[in-house]
């Protein structure tokens, strides 16, 4: 199978600070990553794509200055939350991509709570 | 522009009653559609899908058929269990979007015995 896991699962933070989320492909390679965030009862709501080794790709209405993103090598993606404030607390998802192909692999989330 | 709309959950049903889930959507050219199952704990799974009108996704006693005529994926299963209680999710990628998945709001499926 194809796993994606997310680090940390779950984050408490206090607002201004700058919170790290990390998404990896375990068992294979993942040249293309997106990340989402989904509201309560909301669907996921796609805020960046992320191709290896080159800048993402940001959704219209979503800050690149405040959430950044890095997709360094094949199998790790971070997005950085910077100077965190309470409104940007939500569950944040990522998947990943073989090239080529088109199944996306979910990680489990991440929950940030900023206080 | 591109969207998904299934109907608001949460869905209560009786272990080995009959399931469907409504799935409408809204999409230039011709999307692939496909259904994510997230269970408790878990990252989302894709469930099935079909990237044709007419197609019939399946997968674990799940179905779904590609209507464009009615722009539905309903999600259907004749008999289920209480495993299969999660969220479901439908979505779609529509190849003028580029390769990002389009989703539903969910629906929480609840089995009891």
């Known amino acids: 199978g194809a796993v994606v896991s997310q680090h940390p699962s779950w984050v408490i933070c206090k607002s201004g600070t700058s919170v790290k989320i990390e998404c990896r492909s375990l068992?294979?390679?993942?040249?293309?990553m997106f990340w989402y965030r989904q509201f309560p009862k909301q669907s996921l709501m796609l805020m960046a794509t992320?191709?290896?080794?080159?800048?993402?790709?940001?959704e219209q209405g979503v800050e690149k200055d405040k959430f950044l993103i890095n997709h360094a090598s094949l199998t790790l993606s971070t997005l950085t939350v910077t100077s965190a404030h309470p409104e940007d607390s939500s569950f944040y998802i990522c998947?990943?991509?073989?090239?080529?192909?088109?199944?996306?692999?979910f990680g489990p989330g991440t929950r940030l709570l900023v206080l | 522009g591109n969207s998904v709309t299934q109907m608001e959950g949460p869905v209560t049903l009786s272990e080995e009653a009959f399931l469907t889930i409504n799935c409408t959507y809204t999409?230039?050219?011709?999307?692939?559609l496909f259904w994510y199952v997230q269970y408790p704990g878990e990252g989302l799974q894709l469930l099935l899908k079909?990237?044709?009108?007419?197609d019939k996704g399946s997968n674990k006693g799940f179905e779904a058929t590609y209507r464009k005529e009615t722009t539905s994926f309903h999600l259907e299963k004749g008999s289920v269990q209480v495993s299969d209680s999660a969220v479901y999710f439908c979505?779609?990628?529509?190849?003028?979007?580029?390769?990002?998945?389009?989703f539903g709001k969910g629906t929480t499926l609840s089995v009891s015995s």
């Open positions: 079909a990237t044709k009108a007419d």
């Open positions: 979505a779609l990628r529509s190849l003028q979007a580029g390769t990002a998945l389009i």
């Open positions: 999409a230039t050219g011709y999307p692939s």
């Open positions: 992320s191709n290896e080794g080159s800048k993402a790709t940001y």
């Open positions: 068992d294979f390679q993942a040249t293309t």
């Open positions: 998947s990943a991509r073989r090239q080529g192909q088109e199944t996306q692999y």
